[in-house]
């Protein structure tokens, strides 16, 4: 079989021989099946495995730390130097570092389905200190 001569072959490298609807159809595969190519991998990618969100312990440790340093913000709230301080003894006490604390906000960030569960009880534990506190 012999190749097709330049003149036998249009510009998009498709043969002369086709119908214009070929061509048209040809082009759209070749180019639904490039992006697919292109894109099949991120997207298997996307759907794997779900977001690595917090264990039971990391939602406690976020809970409870949220929950101190929100008290705490309430208190000192006109003393940045107090609060920083009430801050650091807050994070030394539960052995955290501000870093920690951070990572730990930004794994919960991940699973948005499991806010509302975390921040009532958060709110509950704040409601309840104040209680306490009165």
């Not at 498709?14 to 697919?36: D, E, N, W």
């Not at 920083?84 to 991940?110: C, H, N, P, W």
Request: net charge negative.
């Amino acid at each position: 079989m012999a190749l097709p001569t330049p003149q036998q072959r249009s510009p998009g490298g498709i043969m002369l021989g086709m119908l214009p609807v070929q061509q048209v159809f040809f082009r759209s595969c070749f180019l639904m099946v490039s992006v697919m190519l292109l894109f099949c991998p991120l997207l298997l990618h996307c759907q794997g495995d779900e977001p690595e969100g917090l264990t039971p312990d990391e939602t406690d440790l976020l809970v409870e730390s949220t929950v101190l340093l929100s008290i705490a913000a309430q208190r000192h709230a006109g003393d940045a130097a107090m609060l920083t301080a009430r801050q650091d003894s807050i994070f030394a006490s539960l052995g955290l570092r501000r870093d920690d604390y951070r990572r730990l906000v930004e794994k919960m960030a991940r699973r948005p389905e499991r806010w509302l569960e975390v921040w009532e009880r958060i709110a509950e534990r704040i409601e309840e200190a104040s209680l306490k506190a009165q």
